[in-house]
C-alpha cells in the first residue's frame, strides 16, 4: 500500500497522484479518502504508515511547514519505510 503525506495547500495535486496510482491497480491511502474525522486522527494516521509499503511525499516549500507531514515523515523513518518524494510542479504552487 502507498500512504500519501502532502500539505492540504497541494490538495489538488496529491488527490490527482492518488487517482492515477490507484488507477495503475496500486493501492492508496490519502487522507481524505480513508481518515474517520470522528476518531483520533494520529493513531489512524500511524496505523496506516505502519502497514504502508512506500511513504510517497507531495513536496513543495508548502510541504516542509505542516506539522502532520513532518509527524508522518518520521513516523516513516522510525519504521524503515521507503519513502519517495515527489515534487509538486512550480505551475501548481
Known amino acids: ?7 492540504w495547500a497541494d490538495s489538488v495535486f496529491a488527490r490527482h497522484i492518488a487517482r492515477q496510482l490507484s488507477e495503475q491497480g496500486h493501492q492508496v491511502w490519502i487522507d481524505y479518502q480513508n481518515l474517520n474525522l470522528t476518531e483520533p486522527l494520529a493513531p489512524q494516521i500511524a496505523s496506516a504508515i505502519r502497514a504502508a509499503n512506500l511513504v510517497l511525499v507531495v513536496s513543495s516549500p508548502h510541504t516542509w511547514l505542516s506539522r502532520w507531514v513532518q509527524f508522518e515523515l518520521l513516523l516513516a523513518q522510525l519504521w524503515c519505510k521507503s519513502i519517495h518524494v515527489i515534487r509538486v510542479p512550480l505551475e501548481a504552487c
Do not use: D, H, K, V
Open 1 to 7: 500500500m502507498i500512504f500519501i503525506s502532502y500539505s
